[in-house]
């Protein structure tokens, strides 16, 4: 069935290096991919999306990437900050919804 | 705007009680879904609907009932709780479901089923 691989599970970093979470997605109908962050206590939030006409977006530190071909979108984090830290998830839409990562816990040291 | 609220924050159930989960949304959004959210899977959809008086089953549907008689409100039932569904549930709306669209969650509430 579909279904959304998400890697790594936890990413340790130093305050001001990049972080990068990886997903690969089955349905190749799908042709929105957003990111959530999901911070202690909350409720997942949008950070950024991409649809499949294009290849990247960006939005200052956060950026994504899509690669139709091989199925495979990622998340670059680039001056990671002590706030970054949070669970990150990637999905992909499909008819009834959309289809979840299992999540990726980024820690950031200062 | 509130967004999506979501009631109780939290609760706890014994074995066989049923319970209704609260979810409202201010925005006038015509799609409405439940995610269940357990430690190393994901969220996982149970439920939705594209619009009042419209549900259907989404992945993990089995336990659960739900209703949509307004455009505002999404009420998850569990009929007979049991304790695999112990988890954090969200509520998420966006304005349709032409899957290219924000969804906007809710603030969740834990379930703990004794």
């Known amino acids: 069935g579909e279904n959304v691989e998400q890697h790594p599970s936890t990413l340790s970093v130093q305050e001001g290096d990049s972080a990068v979470i990886k997903c690969t997605y089955s349905?190749?109908?799908?042709?929105?991919f957003p990111w959530y962050k999901q911070e202690l206590g909350k409720g997942p939030q949008l950070i950024i999306d991409?649809?499949?006409?294009?290849g990247e977006k960006k939005d200052q530190r956060i950026a994504v990437t899509l690669n139709k071909t091989a199925k495979h979108f990622s998340l670059h984090i680039t001056e990671t900050q002590p706030e970054d830290s949070a669970v990150y998830f990637c999905?992909?839409?499909?008819?009834?919804?959309?289809?979840f990562g299992t999540g990726t816990r980024l820690q950031v040291f200062p | 705007n509130a967004g999506v609220t979501q009631t109780p924050k939290f609760q706890v159930l014994k074995t066989g009680q049923s319970m209704t989960l609260q979810c409202a949304q201010d925005?006038?959004?015509?799609?409405m879904s439940w995610y269940r959210q357990d430690p190393g899977m994901g969220l996982r959809l149970i439920h939705y609907?594209?619009?009042?008086?419209?549900?259907d089953q989404g992945e993990v549907p089995n336990g659960y009932n739900v209703s949509r008689s307004t455009t505002e409100d999404f009420p998850l039932r569990l009929l007979s709780a049991a304790p695999s569904q112990t988890s954090v549930y969200f509520c998420?709306?966006?304005?349709?479901?032409?899957?290219?669209?924000?969804?906007?969650f809710g603030p969740g509430t834990r379930l703990l089923v004794l």
């Open positions: 609907s594209v619009g009042a008086g419209i549900t």
């Open positions: 349905d190749s109908a799908s042709n929105y």
């Open positions: 991409i649809r499949s006409n294009v």
């Open positions: 925005m006038n959004h015509e799609y």
């Open positions: 998420a709306s966006s304005y349709s479901n032409q899957g290219r669209e924000t969804q906007y």
């Open positions: 999905a992909a839409n499909r008819p009834i919804g959309l289809i």
